[in-house]
């Protein structure tokens, strides 16, 4: 084939289809079945909370230096042995006190301190097979309209950006589709039928409900 | 025999591709907005102008109901005034004897504050915007309050049609598999970039669980 701009384009998208695919194979995996659990809660089989396992204990903690929650909430959890996002369940009231929760998917830590008495009670929570998948899908240290939690663990800022990849590649897979579709001259007619009634469907739920309200 | 197994998966997976596309776009640009909501500005509109209806036929015994009955019971209610969409939660306050009924079409919410003495309601109307729209759409229906979720018909068919997606897509991956096994000259690039994704999915999922 001589080279030209179209053709290169042709051979990379082309590539690129399969390479984005496969390489993403998993990750579509796991968010599409996860997504396919979170939307059905009643199916039994993949029920986690019920089954969790408890446990708590109580350590000796030496009173982390004057620094903000974060930098003495990062220093607790050094002191125990833990790693994880750590999420402000409430408002700091007493300065003697320091009360978070620390969580990454399957394991889930509440953490109270009181430095006056150095000891640190932490309650533990271990989720099974399930519960890790339910939360591999949700796991972003951020909530919309909740400015005090940001992400404070590398690992959920590479899994954030393993989310971001995906979304990009799943993008990047469509919009090459369609013009690989495109240049089917004998697979353009049906193709538009499923493309619009597919973008129909869509537009509808995105604004022509408001609209048609 | 072969020959037709390929064409009619590379057409099924060419005719289901195109028409999950647009949900697949639209679930792709809503992770944007999920896991970076400091970097989406919230696009709610001001309030409209509230609007009160009168005389509302009250369901009998509505206060004690609770769950999906006290939901198809406030329906009825919405009806009377004109609200459509999905009803989030119902929360009622015994001692000023008030119902107040958040009601969500994908982009607006109205609030519906009903006073069960007077009969009177006052609607007030927001529109959250296109980004919000497409939040609320992912993450619907969502594995809370399951009980009364999917209320509305159009959340009905949206559930069935995340659903669909999610089907869709994993026969999509399957035949993509196949597709590719059948080009001889990208199976070595293909082999490795799998095993690189397989690695990479691993190795993160490990570090984050066990690590």
Not at chain 1, 92 to 120: N, Q, V
Not at chain 1, 137 to 162: C, E, I
Not at chain 2, 26 to 51: D, N
Not at chain 2, 103 to 131: F, Y
Request: net charge positive; aromatic share 12%.
């Amino acid at each position: 084939m001589p080279w030209s701009p179209v053709n290169t384009f042709e051979f990379w998208n082309r590539r690129l289809h399969y390479y984005i695919g496969l390489y993403l194979l998993f990750f579509v995996w796991l968010f599409a079945l996860t997504g396919l659990l979170l939307n059905h809660p009643a199916w039994k089989f993949a029920e986690f909370w019920p089954t969790r396992r408890q446990a708590a204990f109580e350590r000796q903690i030496a009173r982390p230096p004057a620094a903000p929650d974060l930098t003495q909430a990062k220093n607790i959890l050094a002191q125990l042995g833990l790693t994880g996002e750590i999420e402000w369940t409430s408002a700091r009231a007493d300065a003697r006190r320091l009360d978070f929760r620390a969580s990454r998917p399957g394991h889930i830590f509440e953490i109270k301190t009181d430095f006056d008495r150095e000891r640190a009670t932490v309650e533990r929570i271990d989720l099974n097979t399930w519960g890790v998948m339910h939360i591999l899908h949700t796991f972003t240290g951020v909530r919309a309209g909740d400015s005090r939690n940001q992400r404070d663990w590398m690992l959920t800022s590479m899994w954030v950006w393993s989310m971001d990849a995906v979304a990009i590649g799943l993008m990047t897979m469509v919009f090459g589709s369609y013009y690989m579709w495109w240049r089917l001259r004998r697979e353009r007619a049906w193709g538009l039928v499923a493309l619009i009634s597919g973008w129909m469907a869509c537009w509808l739920f995105v604004v022509g409900l408001r609209l048609l309200e | 025999m072969q020959r037709d197994f390929y064409l009619v998966t590379r057409d099924l997976h060419l005719y289901a591709g195109l028409f999950i596309s647009p949900f697949v776009v639209l679930f792709a640009l809503s992770v944007f907005v999920l896991v970076h909501p400091a970097g989406f500005l919230p696009s709610v509109s001001a309030p409209q102008a509230a609007r009160s209806v009168r005389n509302l036929e009250i369901p009998a015994r509505l206060e004690n109901l609770s769950g999906r009955p006290r939901v198809e019971a406030v329906r009825s209610l919405l009806d009377q005034a004109g609200v459509n969409g999905e009803i989030g939660y119902i929360r009622y306050t015994p001692k000023e004897h008030r119902l107040s009924i958040p009601v969500n079409i994908p982009g607006r919410e109205t609030t519906l504050d009903l006073d069960l003495n007077s009969r009177n309601a006052t609607i007030v109307v927001r529109e959250t915007g296109v980004w919000d729209a497409l939040v609320q759409l992912h993450k619907s229906p969502g594995p809370h309050l399951a009980e009364i979720r999917m209320n509305w018909i159009a959340m009905r068919l949206w559930r069935w049609l995340a659903d669909a997606t999610v089907y869709l897509l994993l026969f999509i991956s399957a035949s993509g598999i196949y597709l590719w096994t059948v080009l001889r000259s990208e199976r070595r690039a293909g082999i490795a970039i799998l095993i690189a994704g397989a690695v990479s999915f691993c190795g993160m999922v490990y570090a984050l669980v066990a690590g």
